[in-house]
């Protein structure tokens, strides 16, 4: 029985073993959790049988540290869950390692090679579907402009031009000249000129007349009529219509000066934008804090594309572990809780870095040392048993 006991020791000492030999192995490998051995004494009846490892416990609660790798692709997960791929056979597989990369079919993918499950664009404020995401790596068509915004401070203490009748090619007969960029249908670029001009009287007014890409003003014109406070009404706008030419659509869009101004100093001009854009080739892709998956254009544009998911489970310590890192659900971790990051249970991410191991080398290494003494220390009562059983048999 002796035998049995010691022997027992040793098959439990050297699976625990195992598990230290793979923590202090992947002390450097993203994402990895630790594992412990846990002894657990054996009998038969009342009769001591030994010893045996009732369990493995993943350290899945500890997160590892934070390394910096400056990528824009790489993401760390501070708290709980996991980012779901979907492998070749179709099994969900969760992972902390969150080091994405879109593949030639411009699918987001992550180490692995697996398709990284998330939400489509937002619509109407609600997120889109749950599965692959798919980022738009071709040409994404111009936009024409809509809308003109211009915010500004118009000098009250300009005086009024001293050409009275105005004239576009005389910078006497106004006060000041801005630009602005539109896009009419086909993504081709066009300079609105708006031409300041300040009244005699009333002297709380500005009159703006408009040309467009340097050629003759047209008929309209917009008069800004500002209260003793020097500002304008809620809601001040000029609807204007530019037609480029033949094979293009005209540009109609409206001109907001909502909060421009009308007071004593420099003139001023704070906001001058405009919501169209010319077509734009794929350039890349980029992970937001909040999740969401932003693919960038050679016109300068950014469109989120799709919004990365976090699982959270009940149990994420009974989690099964495969290969690259990743785990599988099963009956015991229960069923995953999907949903975006820092909402509910999920953590937040850290872009441009990545979750080290959660290995403890100093503790591991005495553990080694533990071990080796228990396993010393089982050997020594097999020699001794032997040694017994070799007297016993020299008696008889």
Same mark, same amino acid.
């Given at each position: /029985?002796?035998?049995?006991?010691?022997?027992? @020791?040793?098959?439990?000492?050297?699976?625990?073993?195992?598990?230290?030999? =793979?923590?202090?192995?992947?002390?450097?490998?993203? +994402?990895?959790?630790?594992?412990?051995?846990?002894?657990?004494?054996?009998?038969? @009846?009342?009769?001591?049988?030994? *010893?045996?490892?009732?369990? #493995? &416990?993943? =350290?899945?609660?500890?997160?590892?540290?934070?390394? =910096?790798?400056?990528?824009? $692709?790489?993401? $760390?997960?501070?708290?709980?869950?996991?980012?779901?791929?979907?492998?070749?056979?179709?099994? /969900?597989?969760?992972?902390?390692? @969150?080091?994405?990369?879109?593949?030639?079919?411009?699918?987001?993918?992550?180490?692995?090679?697996?398709?990284?499950?998330?939400?489509?664009?937002?619509?109407?404020?609600? #997120?889109?579907?749950?599965?692959?995401?798919?980022?738009?790596?071709?040409?994404?068509?111009?936009?024409?402009?809509?809308?003109?915004?211009?915010? @500004?401070? #118009?000098?009250?203490?300009? &005086?009024?031009?001293?050409?009275?009748?105005?004239?576009?090619?005389?910078?006497?007969?106004?006060?000041?000249?801005?630009?602005?960029?539109?896009?009419?249908?086909?993504?081709?670029?066009?300079?609105?000129?708006?031409?300041?001009?300040?009244?005699?009287?009333?002297?709380?007014?500005?009159?703006?007349?408009?040309?467009?890409?340097?050629?003759?003003?047209?008929?309209?014109?917009?008069?800004?009529?500002?209260?003793?406070?020097?500002? #304008?009404?809620?809601?001040?706008?000029?609807?204007?219509?530019?037609?480029?030419?033949? +094979?293009?659509?005209?540009?109609?869009?409206? !001109?907001?000066?909502?909060?421009?101004?009308?007071?004593?100093?420099?003139? &001023?001009?704070?906001?001058?934008?405009?919501?169209?854009?010319?077509?734009?080739?794929?350039?890349?892709?980029?992970?937001?804090?909040?999740?969401?998956?932003?693919?960038?254009?050679?016109?300068?544009?950014?469109?989120?594309?799709?919004?990365?998911?976090?699982?959270?489970?009940?149990?994420?310590?009974? !989690?099964?572990?495969?290969?690259?890192?990743?785990?599988?659900?099963?009956?015991?971790?229960?069923?995953?809780?999907?949903?975006?990051?820092?909402?509910?249970?999920?953590?937040?991410?850290?872009?441009?870095?990545?979750?080290?191991?959660?290995?403890?080398?100093?503790?591991? !290494? *005495?553990?080694? /040392?533990?071990?080796?003494?228990?396993?010393?220390?089982?050997?020594?009562?097999?020699? &001794?048993?032997?040694?017994?059983?070799?007297?016993? $048999?020299?008696?008889?």
């Amino acid at each position: /029985m002796s035998f049995n006991i010691a022997l027992s @020791g040793i098959q439990a000492i050297n699976e625990q073993l195992e598990a230290v030999s =793979n923590n202090i192995a992947n002390a450097g490998t993203y +994402g990895f959790k630790s594992s412990r051995a846990n002894f657990a004494s054996v009998y038969a @009846g009342d009769q001591a049988n030994g *010893v045996e490892v009732a369990s #493995l &416990t993943q =350290n899945i609660g500890q997160n590892g540290g934070l390394i =910096n790798t400056g990528r824009s $692709m790489d993401a $760390m997960i501070q708290g709980r869950g996991f980012f779901t791929s979907r492998d070749a056979q179709g099994v /969900m597989q969760y992972t902390r390692v @969150g080091i994405f990369s879109a593949n030639k079919d411009g699918y987001l993918v992550d180490a692995a090679g697996r398709n990284v499950q998330g939400y489509g664009p937002s619509v109407n404020g609600a #997120l889109g579907v749950m599965g692959d995401i798919k980022i738009p790596t071709g040409q994404i068509p111009a936009v024409a402009t809509t809308k003109v915004a211009y915010v @500004g401070n #118009l000098s009250y203490d300009w &005086t009024p031009p001293t050409v009275a009748t105005f004239d576009a090619t005389n910078d006497k007969s106004y006060n000041m000249v801005k630009q602005s960029v539109v896009y009419d249908s086909v993504g081709t670029q066009h300079t609105l000129s708006q031409y300041f001009v300040k009244a005699a009287t009333p002297a709380n007014t500005v009159t703006v007349h408009y040309a467009f890409d340097g050629g003759a003003p047209v008929a309209a014109t917009k008069t800004l009529t500002f209260n003793t406070k020097g500002e #304008l009404p809620a809601g001040t706008i000029q609807a204007l219509t530019y037609n480029p030419g033949a +094979g293009v659509d005209p540009i109609a869009f409206t !001109l907001s000066y909502d909060g421009t101004t009308h007071v004593s100093g420099e003139a &001023t001009n704070t906001t001058n934008s405009s919501d169209g854009y010319a077509s734009g080739s794929f350039v890349g892709v980029e992970l937001a804090q909040d999740g969401s998956v932003v693919a960038k254009y050679s016109n300068e544009q950014r469109q989120v594309v799709g919004t990365v998911a976090i699982a959270t489970f009940p149990d994420e310590g009974s !989690l099964a572990q495969t290969s690259d890192t990743s785990w599988i659900a099963n009956s015991t971790s229960g069923a995953p809780l999907y949903g975006t990051p820092g909402v509910g249970l999920a953590g937040k991410l850290s872009t441009g870095t990545l979750e080290g191991s959660n290995v403890d080398i100093t503790s591991e !290494l *005495v553990g080694l /040392m533990t071990s080796q003494r228990n396993y010393q220390a089982n050997s020594k009562v097999i020699t &001794t048993e032997n040694q017994m059983m070799q007297a016993l $048999m020299q008696a008889l």
